[in-house]
């Protein structure tokens, strides 16, 4: 099974602050996603990167795939307090249809 | 749009008892995957399907079942629970086996 490390795990920062978290593994990915997760609630998909080196953006979230697709990163641009939550990164096993979650990053933006 | 469906959303049990969590995917989704998340943990996959097929299977202890039917919805069947069964379990749909999965808002069990 590959393994997907994230980091940090925990993240504090003030409100207009700029954050990046890290989601990296030593095995080639053919997607990654990034989810974010509020407590008792489902993991709700942000967005999927392919292509190694794609960058995406959503509104101030910019999202990036590592040419070797094997490591990703997630900017969040003047973090806000609704950017509060669970993320978490997971690629396809081995190009299998499950998906293998990064342990999380637990964000938490101060007003 | 329409969102993935988990029923029930909370249940609880004793030790040795049964248990049936459902999932009905996104309309015109094929393939459904089971997730079991423990406090503080990651979702590690459990099974899936795909067109009403076993397409792959993960940690999943031998005292649960699954499928899919017909209608592409899917059941998980959990007997003789432990007290380490006590979980959120989400269910998650795509569209064909190596699409974009979106996740349900789970079930959380808690076995007493």
Known sequence: TQLLEQSPQFLSIQEGENLTVYCNSSSVFSSLQWYRQEPGEGPVLLVTVVTGGEVKKLKRLTFQFGDARKDSSLHITAAQPGDTGLYLCAGDDQGAQKLVFGQGTRLTINP | ?112
């Not at chain 2, 995957?33 to 503080?40: I, L, R, S, T």
């Not at chain 2, 031998?62 to 069964?85: I, K, T, V």
């Open chain 2, 1 to 112: 749009a329409a969102g993935v469906i988990q029923s029930p959303r909370h249940l609880i049990k004793e030790k040795r008892e049964t248990a049936t969590l459902k999932c009905y995917p996104i309309p015109r989704h094929d393939t459904v995957y089971w997730y079991q998340q423990g406090p503080g943990q990651d979702p590690q996959f459990l099974i899936s399907f795909y067109e009403k097929m076993q397409s792959d299977k993960g940690s999943i202890p031998d005292r649960f079942s699954a499928q899919q039917f017909s209608d592409y919805h899917s059941e998980l069947n959990m007997s003789s629970l432990e007290l380490g069964d006590s979980a959120l379990y989400f269910c998650a749909s795509s569209l064909g086996a190596a699409s974009e999965q979106f996740f349900g808002p789970g079930t959380r069990l808690t076995v007493l």
